[in-house]
């Protein structure tokens, strides 16, 4: 037994924790990221800096967004190591909420440690503490409650016993994979207790990889084996399984063409033979035929979110199989679930295959991928006065080394990635898309970075941004600096919120506080010299040649450089799925009215089981 405040505890049990990666035990909590407060310097702050040898501490600039590059360290990691965020109280614990979400949209692990009030209430209300008046045990970490997986407010140091190890389990787990926030009362956290030395001794956690009931198995082999047009649909669940191998193994023994979600994105590299491209609403038309053509959908560690699946037009009455580890993303629109790890259900499922040719269907796939690479030609081939989107990604992609990463989120870069980034390497793109956050570009970049470092990966993270998320959160470009994890980020200004004011027009609507120039004279934002401020190597381009030129010339700088680009605001990449908005019923404008009409029609064809 051994006396220690619950703060040390926490601390000394998270350093415990270790994972076996390529033969190599490494920690599963290596890193935290803190802004400190009076709601938790004192104690948690202490133990960090007591065990700094143990646990890197990376200083945040804002909560929201060292607790996205933690989150963006998770996934760049697949899920098999995580990121600690600590806060204060009051504003610096609730300044987490938006990147808890983004965390549990896209089940994501992160372990949040938020300072909380007094647990005695002796000294209520403290500064940053808000009142209810009729439920004084309720404060602001409540609010956490929606938007992570598991919640637990420690009144004792005893419970840290029972919680933590939960918290861990609930991590781990694929089927319940998200989020924690342990909400420390401050005298709770300096409060000592004689814990039991078992909890401190080192542990080797395992990802458990689930196997599939036999009768489900049995019932998806069935119907692949029956199936003349089958197609496999990739998401974020290949990465996490690390089944990118025997996706491409299955793909092509069974003649069966794969697209990709954007989370499944670069589970094949572009040109298997297997893969022929995005799907859905960001995705491409030629790809998006191949799916009408299908006659039998298996989709594999995704959750089938709208832009997948075409507000669910896309799929049509057709059987779909689902590979899960989550039963409730399996049994989605009366799906015929597989309630199994990616790579253990693939595996198995060999076994109760044989060979089917398929060969006119495979033929059909190559046919339309060629299609699906010629448009992106074609689009970067595009003349106008300023580059567009699409040939600043083309470019990109093309300076691109193999071992490089890629990552942006929201706006309009996600479906200019979508189509025209060609994956050089497995799990090499992360577009953050299950809550496309804004701001998750700068900060999300900054963890991938951080990621690529403790995997002594040679390649460079590269991020994307518009200026209206670069405007939203920005200040880890500095955290970057200040912890000399170089990376690039190309900051794509097209003056506003472009694809919102495409999304207004597109939709019969004038556009309306979206753009600049709405405002007569208002100055444009000197992005190069804003990131210079920070310590950025921030170099302006005014061409697409000059970009490419640049990010071959910093690929191996040791600075963060930040490269601006001015980019045409109402040029964007055409095609995709039906994506069901909230069009008004009635208006004055017919252009909307028509708008209405045109979801109307497009609902008819809408799965609604």
């Not at 607790?67 to 360290?73: G, T």
């Not at 992160?110 to 500064?127: E, H, K, T, W, Y």
């Not at 189509?419 to 956050?437: I, M, Q, R, T």
């Amino acid at each position: 037994m051994t006396i220690m405040t619950t703060a040390d505890a926490i601390i000394k049990w998270s350093i415990a924790q270790k994972v076996l990666i390529d033969d190599q035990v490494v920690p599963y909590f290596p890193a935290t990221f803190a802004i400190f407060g009076h709601g938790n310097a004192l104690s948690i702050g202490q133990a960090l800096s007591n065990e700094s040898k143990n646990m890197t501490t990376y200083r945040g600039q804002t909560e929201e967004g060292m607790a996205l590059a933690a989150v963006a360290y998770a996934k760049a990691m697949r899920r098999q190591q995580v990121g600690i965020v600590t806060t204060s109280i009051g504003p610096g614990a609730t300044n987490v909420i938006t990147a808890a979400a983004v965390a549990m949209a896209n089940r994501l692990p992160l372990l949040i440690l938020v300072g909380d009030a007094f647990q005695s209430r002796n000294p209520d209300p403290v500064l940053q503490q808000v009142e209810h008046f009729d439920q004084p045990s309720i404060t602001v970490n409540d609010a956490f409650r929606p938007v992570v997986r598991y919640w637990d407010r420690i009144t004792s140091p005893s419970q840290i016993l029972t919680s933590l190890p939960q918290a861990l389990s609930t991590m781990l787990d694929p089927a319940t994979c998200g989020p924690v926030c342990i909400a420390l009362p401050q005298d709770i956290q300096a409060e000592s207790f004689d814990f039991p030395d078992e909890f401190f001794e080192e542990k080797i956690v395992k990802i458990p990889r689930p196997r599939a009931d036999s009768s489900e198995l049995a019932m998806a082999a069935t119907l692949i084996a029956k199936a003349k047009t089958p197609i496999i649909v990739a998401g974020g669940g290949i990465h996490y399984s690390l089944a990118e191998k025997e996706l491409s193994e299955f793909a092509s023994t069974f003649s069966i063409p794969v697209v990709e979600t954007m989370a499944g994105k670069s589970s094949l590299v572009w040109n298997d033979p297997a893969l022929v491209g995005p799907l859905g609403v960001t995705g491409s038309d030629p790809v998006n035929q191949l799916v009408d053509e299908s006659d039998l959908i298996i989709a594999i560690g995704t959750r089938l979110q709208d832009f997948t699946t075409g507000s669910w037009t896309l799929f049509g009455n057709k059987k779909i199989i689902a590979i899960n580890t989550a039963r409730f993303d399996a049994i989605k629109r009366h799906g015929v679930p597989v309630v199994a790890d990616a790579k253990a259900a693939l595996v198995e499922l060999r076994g109760l295959l044989t060979s089917t040719d398929r060969t006119s269907w495979m033929a059909r796939a190559s046919e339309l991928k060629t299609l699906f690479i010629n448009l992106r030609s074609d689009r970067s081939k595009i003349s106008s006065d300023l580059p567009t989107y699409a040939q600043v990604v083309v470019a990109t992609n093309e300076a691109a080394r193999t071992e490089d990463y890629v990552l942006t989120a929201a706006g309009g870069l996600p479906g200019e990635l979508n189509n025209n980034w060609l994956s050089k390497s497995v799990a090499s793109f992360d577009c953050e898309y299950g809550f496309s956050c804004m701001g998750y570009e700068i900060s999300g970049t900054w963890g991938a970075a951080i990621a690529q470092n403790d995997m002594k990966k040679s390649g460079r993270v590269i991020g994307l941004t518009g200026d209206g998320s670069y405007m939203m959160l920005n200040s880890d470009i500095y955290s970057a600096v200040l912890h000399k994890h170089p990376l690039t980020l190309i900051v794509c200004d097209n003056g506003g919120y472009a694809v919102i004011s495409r999304l207004q027009t597109g939709n019969g609507a004038d556009s309306f506080r979206t753009m600049i120039t709405e405002t007569p004279g208002a100055a444009r934002v000197d992005f190069v010299s804003h990131a210079r401020s920070m310590g950025a190597k921030s170099i302006k381009v005014n061409s697409i040649a000059e970009l490419s030129e640049k990010i071959t010339e910093n690929q191996n700088s040791n600075e963060v450089v930040v490269i601006v680009i001015e980019t045409a605001p109402t040029i964007w990449t055409e095609g995709g799925a039906f994506w069901e908005v909230a069009n008004p019923q009635v208006s004055k404008k017919s252009a909307v009215n028509e708008a209405r009409k045109a979801v109307e029609r497009a609902k008819e064809n809408q799965r609604i089981y």
